[in-house]
């Protein structure tokens, strides 16, 4: 004979099944829609978030939605850069990427962590599979070309950055016939040349790019930051694509923030509903930003969307 709950108990029971009631809702909305979630950060680096993070893929699978994950590993190839004793630089924020490098890169994104998330989502109970953008054509690349301006001459160079790259083409194929399966897809942002020459291309351009080619409704996107915030440094919650240029031109938007909205808003221009720029520190923060109300982040819509 099972034992009588106390008024603890219960009250918790009754708080998780109001939880589940009130997520009824979004999984009708969201059920058969594509999201796209770039998975980096300290959500990625430490053990117990990613085995949240995990179990949140695989009940978002479960409830109907197809999740499509594309991650980084910057931390990652610069512990392997080192331990391998090959020098590294950096210009405005990428890697400076010569052939030994993308070697590397290559490895530790397709091979390592790719592996290490397929295998977290497979211990969950999903059934994951890791690609990267070389598999069925799915991400083409060309190389990216930056310039820098001389402050005392005023003359532009061209930066090379090496075997940086960044989409050319998407070929969703392969996700399309995932799609229609449980498989969920763990993408490693590497893409190919038109020469077989392998590129590496940054995490956020790779998911933002791949979110429009699939017509994903979200792209979600993990950050160690909470979100946009104001001036005052509050959270802001929701805007649209004009709203968030404004804060960019005005510099409530700035630094490292910058590429990412910029990521957000070729996303929705491009066809995607919306993008949101959540903490993926916070436990369970994609779970409360796709069944709650009010979300956990800065959502980031098309204008007169």
Do not use: W
């Not at 699939?214 to 950050?223: D, G, K, P, Q």
């Amino acid at each position: 004979m099972s034992k009588p709950m106390n008024e603890d108990d219960r009250a918790q029971h009754l708080e998780k099944a109001k939880t589940l009631s009130e997520a009824l809702p979004y999984m009708r909305k969201f059920s058969d829609e594509t999201f796209v979630i770039k998975y980096g950060g300290h959500a990625m680096g430490e053990e117990e978030l990613a085995t949240l993070f995990a179990r949140d893929i695989v009940l978002i699978k479960q409830v109907g939605i197809n999740p499509v994950v594309v991650h980084g590993g910057g931390p990652q190839i610069g512990d392997m850069l080192k331990r391998l004793d090959i020098k590294s630089a950096f210009e405005d924020g990428l890697r400076v990427t010569d052939q030994a490098t993308v070697e590397v890169v290559e490895m530790v994104l397709s091979g390592r962590i790719n592996k290490e998330i397929v295998s977290a989502i497979n211990a969950a109970g999903g059934f994951a599979v890791g690609l990267s953008g070389k598999d069925g054509h799915l991400i083409r690349a060309r190389k990216l070309r930056r310039t820098r301006r001389d402050p005392s001459s005023n003359v532009e160079s061209i930066v090379d950055l090496g075997f940086v790259g960044e989409p050319s083409e998407i070929t969703p194929h392969i996700l399309d016939v995932f799609r229609e399966t449980d498989i969920i897809p763990v993408i490693a942002p590497i893409g190919m040349g038109a020469s077989g020459e392998t590129y590496n291309i940054n995490a956020d351009t790779a998911a933002g790019a791949l979110a429009a080619a699939v017509e994903a409704v979200r792209l979600l996107m993990l950050t160690d930051v909470s979100g946009v915030k104001d001036k005052q440094g509050n959270l802001i919650a929701e805007m649209t694509a004009s709203e968030a240029r404004a804060l960019i031109r005005d510099g409530t938007i700035s630094g490292g923030m910058i590429p990412k909205v910029e990521t957000c808003l070729d996303a929705v221009d491009n066809g995607v509903e919306a993008a949101v720029i959540l903490d993926g520190r916070v436990p369970h923060a994609l779970l409360l930003e796709i069944f709650t109300p009010h979300g956990v982040g800065t959502l980031i819509r098309r204008d007169g969307a």
